[in-house]
């Protein structure tokens, strides 16, 4: 299985939502946009023509622009607020670039609705927490059964609510 953006946001979200997405089960049909969690919805904002697709054989990532020659990825989220979720997958694509020969990269998030940016980089315990967190995203998306739910407010804005609660 190949670790994406999207995993590693499911994992600081939910760990059912993200085993329900790892095996493809797929609610939005009951509640549409709102269901992958405003999250998620939130956090592909403007992904349009710029975007790079990069993958090997543990990872896959899309970025939403990278700049090569300052060595920037630029992640915008139309969110309102700022959330440890986004660093992480920003923290997670320095992380991957890395690892295919890339140094020095950072990240720059940037917050439109609030008119704020956050600064993103790599340190050696986020290199140790990436990978651990890898493979405990492959855990539970190995797992026989979904985790248990985790009955926080914005359940009831997720796509699963129904399968989690009704
Ligand atoms: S409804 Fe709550 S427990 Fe169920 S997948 Fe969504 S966030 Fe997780």
Redesign the pocket.
Known sequence: MKITGTHICYYF??H??LW?FAHSINMEHTNDIVAMGKFISESTYEREKHEIHITDDEDDIVLDFYDSKTKTIHEVKKSDKMEETHVWQVKFYIYVLEKMGIDNVRGEINYPKLKQKAEVTLTESDRKKLKEIREEVKKIAELNVPPV??N?P??KQ?A??EL??V
């Open positions: 979200h939910c059912r939502h329900l739910v985790i926080k914005f359940c997720c699963y609510y989690c609660y």
